[in-house]
């Protein structure tokens, strides 16, 4: 997901994102959840869609509070 971010591929990014983030939170996996919202946050600014982007951020927060 972060290579297709890198080289600026947002479309196939937010596809592996989406569904890097679903495995996660069906495992229960907090970290690797919070790192796919966090990734996320980030494609959907880059693309310029606020509403997603602050879901995603706001959810990244909330993960990473979790594993302190």
Sequence with gaps: TEAYFYI???????????????????????????????????IYEKQQKSGPALFYFKESVTLNDSLI
Excluded: H, I
């Design 8 to 42: 600026k591929d947002y479309k196939q990014a937010e596809q592996y994102g989406k569904v890097s983030y679903e495995m996660a939170k069906q495992t229960g996996l907090l970290q690797p959840q919070r790192d796919a919202a966090k990734l996320l946050s980030m």
